[in-house]
């Protein structure tokens, strides 16, 4: 910009001025956008509130509703249902047994041969099949006829592997049913309804076990029976308690979540009037379904679920499991975009509901490069807003960490709800420590007894900072005293695993002699 004749000075002065003018004023609104941002953050948080007296009141209420779901059907969101899983494993289990493990669309056939005398699982062998697409929406006939081939198929290859003695004259299964089921005996329920896009009209309200045993018999497989028909929940519980008999309860937190403990017989008998010999049973809590006046939501939860296909169901689901939490940041980036202009233009990608999920929330919550590059490839890649600064990367780096510090600590709350409801949280008051379970009574003395909870599903497996903010917040709860009594085990596929272990303990002739 050298040559400029003196007749032009003036004029260049004006423009530089103008120009100053629009910089300062892009400055002043950038800095309007920025603190709105910054507003919408705080808000945010503070909305998420997880005080550990907030906590504390969270613990309440899941016992309380434990209570009140117990006492009578729809006396609390909590369903409460009885698994009639009445004898956990617990390592003596022994002889050949076999699991039908149905995930949707997937399935998986599983043998395992337990040593009894904790010599615990000596082979175990799976098959994994897929259910062709026109047999979601066929006749059951047709549904399980194809199951039971399968199945048969897969015992007669492993009999003829292991070359064992098949002096088998009676075969157990277990089998993971993934759909909404009202049990009638640990092997046996009935269907409610279909999810996962299945849609086999003849099914509802038939029984599960009833339907695959006759498609066994046409198949050969006669000598098969159903010995348990169970929740993967309780499969959880099931490996849990195999491996160590302290496990009194089971949590999955993955897509999905949901919980199971070992009530004792005195509480289910007083609320449910049902004659057990037993110690105790496995309640499906359907957690999913919790709902207190305490749970911090916000009005992104409220406008997710109102949203949703289920408009206030499953409310504790919504705000903790990685079905959801994406979904969650991404309403709030989304707010942030509408209400500043710290994103650029809109984009409408950021508009799609679940476009951002948990996983790639992971990714950016816990992006350790110091430019935050991921987070940056994410919100392009996934969210189309390009180029974003440095301070409004680490803006999204803390949404992230807000939603799942939440989650992770109403799970805890959640976890130490159930440990209250039967007296394991060192609260005096409710049977101090003697809650002695179904075969695993652990020894016990002033309410001090070592407690463990099986923990299965990615959001904790594979999500560090909301594993440790869990661990963190259990042990803040509980108070340094009781802390060390609880132990979170991560357990692995109690829906496979699990149902074979609970075919064998519900078997007569597994145990030891
Ligand atoms: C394990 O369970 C079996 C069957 O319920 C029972 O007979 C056995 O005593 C239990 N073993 C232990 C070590 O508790
Ligand atoms: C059991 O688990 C599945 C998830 O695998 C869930 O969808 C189902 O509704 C659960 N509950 C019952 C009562 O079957
Ligand atoms: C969890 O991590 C493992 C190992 O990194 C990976 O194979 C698996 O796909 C992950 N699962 C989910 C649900 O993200």
């Known amino acids: 910009m050298g040559k400029v004749g003196f007749g032009m000075t003036a004029g260049i002065a004006a423009v530089t001025c103008t120009v100053a003018a629009a910089v300062v004023g892009r400055r002043i609104r950038s800095r309007r956008d920025w603190r709105r941002a910054v507003e919408v953050v705080r808000e945010l948080e503070a909305a998420c509130g997880t005080s550990v007296n907030r906590l ?170 159903v010995a348990a028909l169970v929740n993967d929940t309780v499969g959880t519980l099931a490996v849990g308690h195999y491996n160590d008999e302290d496990t009194v309860a089971a949590v999955i937190i993955g897509t999905g979540t949901n919980a199971c403990y070992l009530e004792r017989a005195d509480a289910i008998i007083k609320s449910q009037g049902l004659l057990m010999a037993s110690g105790g049973m496995v309640v499906n809590m359907e957690w999913g ?87 940056a490839a994410i919100l392009n890649d996934v969210l189309g807003i390009a180029d974003v600064s440095l301070k409004a990367r680490k803006l999204i780096v803390n949404i992230c960490d807000i939603i799942t510090h939440r989650a992770a600590r109403l799970v805890a709350a959640g976890i130490v709800g159930i440990l209250k409801k039967i007296g394991r949280d060192g609260s005096s008051g409710v049977a101090g420590g003697r809650a002695k379970g179904g075969g695993g009574a652990s020894s016990s003395g002033g309410g001090k007894s070592r407690t463990v909870v099986a923990i299965e599903g990615s959001l904790y497996t594979n999500y560090t900072l909301f594993r440790e903010y869990l661990n963190d917040a259990v042990a803040e709860i509980l108070g340094k005293e009781f802390s060390p009594f609880v132990i979170l085990k991560v357990t692995e596929d109690g829906s496979g695993i699990g149902a074979a272990l609970l075919a064998a303990s519900h078997s007569p002739n597994s145990a030891d002699m």
């Open 56 to 225: 504390r009141q969270v613990v309440d209420a899941m016992a309380v509703e434990m209570h009140a779901g117990l006492a009578s059907e729809g006396g609390s969101k909590l369903k409460m249902l009885l698994t009639f899983v009445d004898k956990l494993p617990n390592g003596s289990e022994k002889g050949i047994f076999y699991a039908l493990d149905i995930g949707g669309t997937n399935f998986r056939v599983i043998r395992v041969h337990l040593g009894g005398r904790r010599s615990g699982i000596l082979r175990h062998n799976v098959e994994r099949n897929s259910i062709p697409q026109h047999l979601m929406t066929s006749t059951s006939e047709e549904l399980f006829d194809f199951i039971a081939m399968s199945l048969k198929q897969f015992v007669d290859r492993e009999e003829e592997k292991t070359s064992e003695p098949s002096l088998v004259s009676r075969r157990e299964l277990g089998v993971t049913f993934p759909f909404p089921v009202k049990q009638r005996c640990v092997s046996s329920g009935i269907l409610m309804k279909w999810t996962k896009g299945f849609s086999v009209a003849d099914m509802i309200g038939k029984d599960v076990s009833e339907s695959l045993q006759q498609s066994m018999i046409k198949k050969d497989l006669g000598s098969m029976r």
């Open 289 to 375: 379904d919790f709902w207190s006046s305490h749970l911090p939501r916000t009005r992104y939860d409220i406008d997710l679920d109102a949203e949703s296909p289920s408009p206030n169901d499953q409310v504790f689901e919504k705000m903790i499991s990685g079905m959801y939490l994406g979904d969650i940041v991404r309403r709030v980036v989304l707010r942030i975009s509408q209400e500043s202009g710290i994103f650029g233009s809109a984009s409408s990608r950021l508009s799609t509901p679940f476009i951002l999920g948990t996983p790639l929330m992971a990714t950016m919550h816990q992006d350790d490069t110091p430019d935050l590059r991921e987070v």
